[in-house]
């Protein structure tokens, strides 16, 4: 083949005409020793807080120690893959996890990555938010003033829960914690249909932290199985995933929240469970050497846990004109976090840490749950500070002195059990808190629209269910709310849309009852 000198030239000329030079600059580090998770790299020395890094064998960590000769890294994926003298670069990037619509109805790691096997998701680079972004100021939230209807009787009559409100559900390990939010994402779906285009749908996000993999499947497969699914996201941190995954997924499903929040969305979030959560920031923070203080967690614990829930809020209807931030104001980010306590102390360090930053608390007994008072939900020890705001006038004005009655029942049951001469007062109050108490009972998954909780709630406070055998209360109700739905559904209607329960439909209520009594055995 012949080379002609001057055709090289023109290729020549023309490569060096068109070539334009341009220079990238990356910071990359060395990693000096790595175990149990963590890695030091030296030679980042232009790295941020929190900033991702990639290691070699795919394997992503985030910069969290940033040290005068050495960047302290916590690894998310398998540390095998990691080995001293690998090269580490920077991404320039806070670690973002992706939002939006596209994940509903999904199941996604603590990084955003889908993991139940549906294929990717349709999210563009716009979709993807920082983990750790500032709560709402003083002047962007308005009041709780909006119920969060739960479904759960004992819950919406004496300890409500209003949207934008942070309600603490505290308790020992099998008494419930769980089973309680499930109810509560179920019962979203009477907000508007189970459609999550539907603006006043409110959505909801079940973060779960250290949770063994079948109780999330199990979980998953009951919201599938009842249509809550569409409008759910489920961020799972197992506890077979890193303990920085555990820690880092409830920062993750909050930004998720956040981004419907901002966007003019009512949206529901569950943290279960925060004592989980704690012990694995402690493990991490150890393992870089952080000082530990009281029961070995580090000093900045009540950091992690207030920069958290300090994110939920109601926005205010103008919060776009204060901070562009947000696109449209109104919206709510309400959140249930679960503490595990050992023995039914509520004074260690972790519960006592989140019952100061939360707004109220629900507190589950074992002692009551073990008796069959499921709910096992304590009215005396637990409380909302929002209270009577977030109620319906209609539940508000029904349930009024069904607290001060159930109090007056427990004290007079340890009384009642040392004598057998009682007065008739005291005989009325017993045989009255018996039955509320029966009435507050409820099973598992079948959250109760409010104006069905009306109904049977004002058949237990007005005295007309005092004559009824107390182990025939539930029999009383399945078959009143039944008779109620059939012969008076505008009743229910009527509740439901304005929320007070009228003398006429109080006069109707009376003659149903009378008419049910005698369907009752016993």
């Keep these: 083949m012949d080379l002609r000198p001057a055709e090289v030239t023109s290729i020549l000329e023309k490569e060096i005409a068109s070539y334009q030079g341009g220079r990238d600059m990356q910071s990359v580090g060395t990693v000096l020793t790595v175990g149990d998770g963590v890695a030091r790299v030296w030679g980042l020395d232009d790295c941020m807080m929190n900033e991702l890094l990639e290691f070699g064998g795919g394997v992503r960590g985030i910069a969290l120690n940033l040290e005068e000769d050495n ?55 716009a979709d993807y938010l920082p983990i750790d972004q500032p709560a709402p100021s003083v002047v962007e939230r308005q009041g709780v003033d909006t119920p969060m209807q739960t479904g759960i009787k004992s819950i919406d009559a004496m300890i409500p829960i209003g949207r934008g409100q942070r309600e603490l559900i505290i308790g020992d390990r099998q008494t419930g914690k769980t089973a309680l939010l499930i109810d509560s994402i179920i019962s979203q779906k009477t907000t508007g249909g189970g459609d999550p285009n539907n603006p006043d749908q409110v959505l909801c996000i079940y973060v779960a932290m250290g949770q063994k993999q079948s109780t999330v499947v199990d979980l998953v497969q009951r919201l599938t199985a009842v249509g809550a699914m569409e409008y759910t996201i489920v961020v799972s941190a197992s506890a077979i995933d890193e303990a920085s995954m555990q820690y880092l997924a409830a920062y993750a499903g909050c930004s998720m929240g956040e981004r419907f929040r901002d966007e003019g969305r009512d949206v529901l979030i569950v943290y279960d469970d925060l004592y989980k959560q704690a012990l694995a920031y402690r493990q991490v923070m150890l393992l870089l050497r952080r000082p530990p203080g009281r029961e070995a967690f580090p000093g900045d614990v009540f950091n992690l846990h207030s920069r958290l829930l300090e994110r939920a809020a109601r926005l205010a209807d103008n919060a776009p004109e204060i901070n562009p931030r947000y696109k449209k104001g109104g919206g709510s980010l309400t959140a249930l976090p ?57 539940m508000k004005k029904i349930a009024g002195g069904m607290r001060l009655d159930l109090a007056q029942y427990r004290e007079l049951q340890a009384f009642a059990q040392f004598g057998s001469d009682l007065d008739k007062a005291t005989q009325r109050t017993l045989a009255r808190g018996e039955r509320l108490t029966e009435i507050l009972k409820q099973d598992q998954y079948v959250p109760m629209p409010f104006q069905d909780q009306i109904m049977i709630i004002y058949a237990g406070t007005c005295g007309a269910l005092d004559d009824v055998a107390t182990k025939s209360i539930r029999e009383f109700e ?38 049910v009594k005698p369907q009752v055995t016993g």
């Design 478 to 515: 399945k078959i009143f709310l039944q008779h109620m739905a059939d012969s008076h559904p505008e009743i229910g209607e009527g509740i439901r849309t304005s929320g007070v329960l009228s003398d006429e439909a109080k006069v109707t209520i009376d003659q149903a009852i009378a008419a």
């Design 338 to 394: 679960v503490v595990e306590t050992q023995e039914n102390d509520v004074s260690a360090y972790i519960p006592t840490n989140v019952i100061s930053i939360t707004d109220g608390q629900i507190f589950l007994e074992s002692s009551l749950f073990n008796a069959g008072i499921r709910p096992a939900v304590n009215a005396g020890i637990s409380v909302s500070r929002v209270g009577g705001a977030a109620q319906t006038k209609g």
């Design 71 to 125: 960047v302290g890294c916590v690894l998310l994926g398998d540390s095998a893959k990691v080995k001293e003298g690998d090269q580490v670069k920077t991404t320039g990037r806070i670690i973002s996890v992706p939002t939006g619509p596209a994940l509903l109805g999904r199941v996604v790691n603590a990084l955003g990555d889908p993991i139940d096997g549906r294929g990717p998701l349709a999210v563009t680079e």
